[in-house]
């Protein structure tokens, strides 16, 4: 049970108990009684739970980053903020999309509900757009034939174990954002599982060549070479996107790196 459907369940439960309060227990009570506990605790936090889960589905939504696949963008335990409104307004739990606004584009880090599994969030920068022809050859991106601009930006420091890594800048239509590729892990795909579409997708020794399908998004770690993502488990569908990653509003280890991010 995902703690959207638990959150819906405590707004109906409470929003129930302060209906009965307000339109009927209250009027049957003596003048000056004291409502029963289990209606006063109830429909005091109907309100409350109501705001948390407003703001919660249709405007911004906390996360707390798991893993290293978007290092050096996002570094374990930073907690973040995600949009939920940028892509479309969708309905909480079921995360049907009501109502469209914005398209992901290429270079948003993006949440969404992991195909394999959705009832585990991911986070992935976009890459390819419906129709696009995504490459990665011998650690070079291209789509739509034209080589993605990258530049060398010298070296990240993994503090945890005290190693360098070669970082670089990467652009993405007018965005650029920093990577990282260790150029002594091998070009090729070691594992890839069977996906939705996997048919569009060509695999060599030197990477892969993938066509995203219309409604449906690829996605790659900002970390390239320590990352699960579309060029294992395949393409995101529209109807996973939970949002658009924009801020980091707190980490215990390094408070400097509250603010926004590309």
């Given at each position: 049970m995902n703690f959207a459907l638990i959150l819906f369940l405590l707004l109906a439960i409470t929003a129930l108990l302060w209906a009965v309060d307000r339109f009927y227990a209250r009027k049957r009570r003596a003048p000056g009684a004291p409502a029963p506990w289990w209606v006063e605790y109830g429909?005091?936090?109907?309100?409350?739970?109501?705001?948390?889960?407003?703001?919660?589905?249709?405007?911004?939504?906390?996360?707390?980053?798991?893993?290293?696949s978007m290092i050096p963008t996002l570094l374990v335990g930073d907690y973040i903020l995600v949009n939920k409104w940028?892509?479309?307004?969708?309905?909480?739990?079921?995360?049907?999309?009501?109502?469209?606004?914005?398209?992901?584009?290429?270079?948003?880090?993006?949440?969404?509900?992991?195909?394999?599994?959705?009832?585990?969030?991911?986070?992935?920068?976009?890459?390819?757009?419906?129709?696009?022809?995504?490459?990665?050859?011998d650690k070079r991106l291209r789509i739509n034939g034209e080589e993605v601009p990258l530049r060398a930006d010298g070296e990240y420091l993994h503090t945890d174990r005290l190693y360098y890594s070669p970082r670089y800048v990467e652009q993405l239509g007018e965005r650029s954002h920093q990577l990282l590729i260790e150029q002594d892990a091998p070009a090729f795909v070691s594992q890839v599982m069977d996906f939705p579409f996997r048919q569009n997708c060509t695999y060599t020794s030197a990477g892969f060549r993938c066509t995203v399908p219309e409604g449906h998004y690829f996605v790659?770690?900002?970390?390239?070479?320590?990352?699960?993502?579309?060029?294992?488990?395949?393409?995101?569908?529209?109807?996973?996107?939970?949002?658009?990653?924009?801020?980091?509003?707190?980490?215990?280890?390094?408070?400097?790196?509250?603010?926004?991010?590309?």
């Amino acid at each position: 049970m995902n703690f959207a459907l638990i959150l819906f369940l405590l707004l109906a439960i409470t929003a129930l108990l302060w209906a009965v309060d307000r339109f009927y227990a209250r009027k049957r009570r003596a003048p000056g009684a004291p409502a029963p506990w289990w209606v006063e605790y109830g429909a005091s936090f109907f309100p409350v739970i109501l705001i948390v889960f407003v703001l919660r589905s249709f405007l911004v939504e906390p996360f707390k980053i798991p893993s290293g696949s978007m290092i050096p963008t996002l570094l374990v335990g930073d907690y973040i903020l995600v949009n939920k409104w940028t892509y479309g307004i969708r309905l909480p739990v079921i995360n049907k999309k009501i109502i469209s606004i914005n398209d992901p584009q290429r270079g948003d880090v993006m949440v969404f509900r992991y195909p394999a599994d959705p009832s585990l969030d991911f986070i992935k920068r976009v890459v390819g757009v419906p129709g696009d022809r995504v490459e990665y050859l011998d650690k070079r991106l291209r789509i739509n034939g034209e080589e993605v601009p990258l530049r060398a930006d010298g070296e990240y420091l993994h503090t945890d174990r005290l190693y360098y890594s070669p970082r670089y800048v990467e652009q993405l239509g007018e965005r650029s954002h920093q990577l990282l590729i260790e150029q002594d892990a091998p070009a090729f795909v070691s594992q890839v599982m069977d996906f939705p579409f996997r048919q569009n997708c060509t695999y060599t020794s030197a990477g892969f060549r993938c066509t995203v399908p219309e409604g449906h998004y690829f996605v790659l770690g900002d970390n390239r070479d320590a990352s699960s993502d579309s060029r294992v488990w395949g393409f995101v569908p529209d109807r996973n996107i939970v949002g658009r990653a924009f801020f980091i509003w707190f980490n215990f280890s390094d408070m400097k790196r509250i603010g926004r991010f590309h």
